[in-house]
């Protein structure tokens, strides 16, 4: 008897697992077919998720260092009073050349409001009673350096330089829609607009600006020139463009830079730690996409677990014959299980390197850099089959208790 067991074990060894295996998975392309288009949903889903969370991610860290994470806002100190908030701190009217001397800056301006009272501003010097009254556009005045703080660009003309600033010159530039509705489009004849009948060259226009977008809709006066001819007293805000990561340093230099005395009626708007933002970013839209891919998975692992359930079912009568001939429990359950595994690991080779393609071409259409962590296309293609075998668990269990007297009386 002994003898007996020992040769039906050694006739039904790896290579006979692996053989019965294979004529299970082939004998039905079709079934197989569809079995695995399930797994590769799966699989191609999560790597398609996870590959497009890094790239978003990167693309997004890529903008924000950009942008964001290079911008520096200062403010004079406020209080609250009955009369509402009053500013207690001054900006001086020296901002730049004070802020440009600390490391990490590397450009900066200053911008104040312009109270014109209700002064006209126009492009013609005749004021038509009949004409329909329209709304005069915002009038700013800036120091030399905004425009570069703000990485605005200049579409047509210059922006003023120091020479005009210090010698109150009466030019302007413009927003591109304060441009448009003043009817201003070149400037090359030297076109000027009127400000409570007082002309104003224009010698330039902007069109785009990163921050501060209301100055497409301003007139843009030097800050010398709207001291001279409107009595600018302050100075309201400072915009500084940073270099990557100098936040903190900026943050603790600035208000000692601008008020040695009094430090603290300057507020200093630094971003914060690009890593940190990067990390948090990364993280948010990993969770989602890993959810997501998570959820295909579940399916793709449910398809083989009812495609091997219904295979236990329709062979019922060849486990019998098996289990009649000396197959058992474990060489019955084990076959189910190297059949699903397979599956598993052929869905997921397939669904990663559709995933892959996927990526690059969603990455080359948006002209991103396709981020995708090598461990990511292989660990996917290893939890497919893992997927395979856990969904295979109970099909083989099933497989593995049929009776063989029962299978033969009731199989087909």
Do not use: C
């Amino acid at each position: 008897m002994s003898r007996g067991g020992a040769a039906a074990g050694d006739l039904f060894g790896v290579r006979d697992l692996v053989a019965e295996a294979a004529h299970g998975i082939g004998a039905r392309p079709a079934r197989l077919l569809l079995t695995i288009v399930g797994t590769v949903l799966g699989i191609g889903s999560l790597v398609v998720t996870v590959g497009l969370a890094q790239t978003a991610a990167g693309q997004i860290s890529r903008q924000f260092d950009a942008v964001a994470s290079t911008q520096v806002t200062v403010e004079p100190a406020t209080a609250r009073t009955q009369g509402g908030e009053r500013a207690t701190g001054r900006i001086p009217w020296d901002v730049e050349d004070r802020m440009m001397r600390l490391a990490g800056i590397e450009a900066v301006g200053g911008v104040s409001a312009v109270d014109v009272a209700d002064a006209e501003i126009t492009a013609v010097p005749v004021n038509d009673p009949a004409a329909a009254a329209t709304v005069s556009p915002q009038v700013l005045a800036a120091t030399p350096g905004l425009l570069e703080a703000v990485r605005g660009q200049v579409v047509t003309g210059r922006f003023f330089d120091a020479g005009h600033d210090e010698r109150a010159d009466r030019v302007v530039v413009l927003g591109s829609r304060a441009a448009t509705r003043l009817g201003v489009n070149r400037v090359d004849r030297q076109p000027s607009i009127f400000i409570d009948g007082r002309p104003y060259t224009v010698i330039g226009v902007i069109g785009d600006v990163s921050r501060r977008t209301d100055l497409l809709d301003a007139v843009i006066l030097p800050m010398g020139t709207a001291r001279s001819d409107f009595e600018l007293s302050v100075l309201e805000e400072a915009h500084a463009r940073i270099a990557i990561g100098a936040g903190p340093v900026v943050g603790e230099q600035v208000p000692i830079a601008l008020a040695p005395n009094d430090p603290e009626s300057v507020n200093v708007q630094v971003p914060p730690p690009p890593s940190a933002v990067q990390q948090n970013v990364q993280a948010d839209i990993n969770a989602i996409f890993l959810a997501l891919g998570a959820v295909a998975l579940l399916v793709g692992g449910l398809g083989i677990a009812n495609v091997t359930l219904l295979s236990v079912r329709e062979r019922i009568g060849e486990i019998g014959l098996r289990r009649a001939l000396g197959a058992t429990r474990k060489n019955i359950g084990s076959q189910f299980l190297v059949e699903s595994a397979v599956i598993g690991l052929l869905g997921g080779l397939i669904g990663s390197a559709l995933g892959v393609a996927v990526v690059l071409v969603v990455s080359l259409s948006k002209e991103w850099t396709p981020i995708l962590d090598t461990w990511v296309v292989l660990g996917s293609s290893v939890l497919g089959a893992v997927i395979g075998l856990l969904a295979g668990t109970y099909p083989a269990l099933k497989a593995a208790a049929i009776e063989p007297i029962t299978a033969l009386r009731g199989g087909t």
